[in-house]
């Protein structure tokens, strides 16, 4: 795959879990978060609207942290969804040179 991060701006990050291949990490401000497995899908596919909703029945306190920044739900909302978005292109990518090889 690649060293770059899934998504990465000049206010967050999100990227794959250091010590877990299934797990991801967003960070912002002084803040990080681990996202467990399944977790960045289901927030990358998730309806605009209803990200707040399931940001706080995950971890609340991911959105206490975007109250001390100046990322909104909306932008972290679009982050997750490229984010997402990057790991199954990246997926494809990988699955796509793996069946050439062989």
Not at 33 to 61: A, C, K, Q, V, W
């Amino acid at each position: 795959m690649t060293d770059e991060p899934l998504y990465k701006d000049l206010e967050l990050k999100i990227d794959y879990h250091p010590t877990s291949v299934e797990d991801h990490v967003l960070e912002f401000g002084d803040m990080g978060y681990t996202l467990p497995r399944g977790i960045l899908e289901d927030f990358g596919r998730t309806p605009r609207g209803e990200l707040r909703r399931r940001l706080d029945s995950h971890n609340s306190m991911i959105l206490e942290g975007l109250k001390r920044t100046d990322i909104g739900v909306d932008g972290l909302h679009v982050a997750l969804s490229q984010a997402y978005a990057e790991e199954e292109r990246r997926k494809g990518d990988y699955a796509y040179t793996s069946i050439r090889i062989y």
